[in-house]
């Protein structure tokens, strides 16, 4: 009988180291008493123990225990970690997951080394330990994290800039665009990466882009023009356009940022002084060179509003149709008028009182006629002025109206007097001294005008309604209330007394106040959800003539109907 190792036996651990060492990993065996049958060599290079821990016949808490007191532990960084494991908890910790049928884990073994470990325990109950350097693995994945979270903030610094910016590469494509960029054509960011300037704006502006992109790219020299952009909803964008290349020799890129100048850029003449009380303004547009226009009219109408207007666009050319806008708000005048030129009307704004007179003075002595007047709710004596105006309709802005809106009420005013004989000049022109004659009040255009923000309430306000066949309006808040009123003479209003932007009892003072000199008395009933006294006293103070309480119902509506629009009611009930 031989002492000495079968030569098989010999066989196979060489055939095991070799595969260890082709594989770039290291392999311990143990036998189900928790010995170890098998460590090939190259697990002194994960853990450096002497060697005879690694010998067949070691006891696998052995190997543990020689395994942490070397520090390279897996999980422990042993330069900076202060926590210090208890050795016996440590080894029991780990001899639990040699018994475990399956387990695997990526794990820190040293400052810059990561090892991948995989236990296995086969039925005959021999245990399997493999282990593999992925240090390089886990740095390329930190490094991609690291790209991705770059990348992710890289896009939201871009979006967050109020100038538009895009990135083109080497064949002029875009790869980058952040979100102004996106709202001066009205595109989604899929819609414009990956295309070129051929496919978003005309031939002749896309030569020219094309052109200026490849002096960048083959110079290296920034490219700047002052250029008057026309967004997709029809405002004017006067912006400075600067262009740079970008990026590594081969892989250049340019990065294009319109600095918009819109409000801030004035020129002045050569030693002239801006006067102290004087609004910034551009002196010379000359500057600026015709690029991008976005806008697209048939895109931007309401087809709902033109079918409500009558089909305005056949019966009524908008050419020659003279409109004045009278505001203080810079805004509102140049989105308004920018909207009303660009549908082919003649319009132009006045800023206060005396240039309105003046104007009048100044179209009479030409012979001229006005066609309607859009009169901002905001404007400054704007009850005394639309008292003293004759002939022209008046129409109610604010700058919260949508220009599409506002030339299709034009379309249906001017459709609406179309064939009506115009009155002599001195009939309609603005005189501040003559005395101020009421209008008679004017026919209500909707039964009921529902002042609420909530949108479940308003749907129930708009069944309730329906149902009863009352025509109606829903305002999402007092302000908007305000304007509705103006424009509609509703013949009973359903005010919510808490919203945004103004609340009900303002809204109610304003109407009220609005109401004096035109011999006529609104209906304002206070909707409230709680019957506090102090709601109660101010919807009584504000001037409602009534409150009903939330949740509302069929028969409280039909019972203000009956009290407040007896003629709608009986007609309701029949």
């Not at 890289?154 to 709202?183: G, H, M, S």
């Amino acid at each position: 009988m031989s002492d000495g190792a079968p030569s098989g036996a010999d066989i196979n651990r060489v055939i095991l180291e070799s595969s260890c060492d082709a594989l770039g990993m290291a392999v311990l065996v143990c036998g189900r008493d928790d010995t170890i049958l098998f460590a090939s060599r190259t697990m002194l290079q994960f853990f450096p123990v002497p060697a005879e821990a690694l010998m067949p016949g070691t006891r696998l808490r052995d190997f543990l225990g020689a395994v942490y007191d070397t520090g390279v532990r897996p999980g422990t960084v042993p330069e900076s970690s202060r926590r210090r494991t208890n050795r016996e908890d440590w080894i029991a910790e780990h001899m639990a997951l040699h018994w475990r049928e399956r387990y695997e884990s990526v794990e820190r073994a040293g400052r810059t080394r990561w090892v991948s470990m995989r236990k296995r325990r086969l039925s005959s109950g021999m245990g399997i330990l493999s282990i593999s350097d992925v240090s390089d693995q886990k740095k390329r994945d930190e490094q991609l994290q690291t790209d991705l979270e770059r990348v992710e903030l890289t896009e939201q610094i871009l979006d967050a800039q109020p100038n538009p910016i895009c990135v083109k590469d080497r064949n002029l494509n875009y790869i980058a665009v952040n979100k102004a960029f996106c709202l001066i054509h009205d595109l989604a960011q899929d819609a414009i990466l990956g295309r070129s300037a051929w496919d978003l704006v005309e031939s002749e502006l896309a030569e020219r882009f094309e052109q200026s992109d490849r002096m960048v790219l083959e110079s290296g020299k920034p490219h700047s023009q002052a250029e008057h952009i026309v967004r997709a909803d029809g405002s004017d964008l006067w912006v400075l356009t600067r262009k740079y290349r970008v990026g590594m020799p081969g892989r250049h890129f340019v990065v294009t940022c319109m600095n918009d100048v819109t409000d801030i850029a004035v020129w002045y003449q050569s030693g002239e002084e801006p006067p102290a009380a004087a609004s910034l303004q551009i002196r010379d547009y000359s500057i600026f060179a015709a690029a991008q226009n976005f806008y697209d009219p048939f895109r931007a109408l309401n087809v709902q509003q033109l079918v409500e207007a009558g089909s305005m666009i056949e019966t009524l050319p908008a050419r020659g149709l003279r409109v004045l806008l009278a505001t203080d708000d810079r805004s509102l005048e140049e989105r308004l008028v920018a909207r009303l030129r660009g549908s082919g009307l003649d319009a132009c704004a006045v800023r206060d009182a005396d240039e309105l007179q003046a104007f009048c003075a100044a179209i009479d002595e030409a012979g001229l006629k006005l066609d309607i007047l859009l009169l901002d709710t905001a404007f400054p004596e704007r009850q005394k002025i639309a008292n003293a105006w004759r002939d022209s309709p008046i129409l109610p802005v604010s700058v919260e109206h949508d220009g599409a809106a506002v030339l299709a009420d034009v379309f249906r005013v001017c459709s609406e007097r179309a064939g009506v004989a115009s009155p002599q000049q001195s009939e309609w022109s603005l005189s501040f001294e003559a005395e101020e004659i009421a209008p008679p009040p004017p026919a209500p255009q909707v039964d009921v005008l529902v002042a609420e923000d909530n949108q479940i309430n308003q749907f129930v306000f708009t069944q309730i309604l329906e149902g009863l066949g009352v025509s109606h309006r829903i305002a999402a808040n007092g302000r908007e209330a305000v304007e509705l009123w103006h424009e509609l003479q509703p013949a009973l209003v359903l005010m919510d007394v808490s919203m945004p932007v103004m609340n009900g009892f303002d809204a109610t003072v304003a109407i009220r106040a609005a109401e004096k000199g035109r011999g006529q008395k609104t209906p304002i009933i206070g909707v409230t959800a709680q019957a506090l006294d102090i709601d109660l006293q101010q919807c009584k103070t504000s001037g409602m003539d009534d409150h009903i309480m939330k949740p509302v119902s069929p028969d409280m509506i039909e019972a203000v109907l009956r009290k407040f629009m007896p003629v709608k009611a009986i007609r309701t009930a029949g």
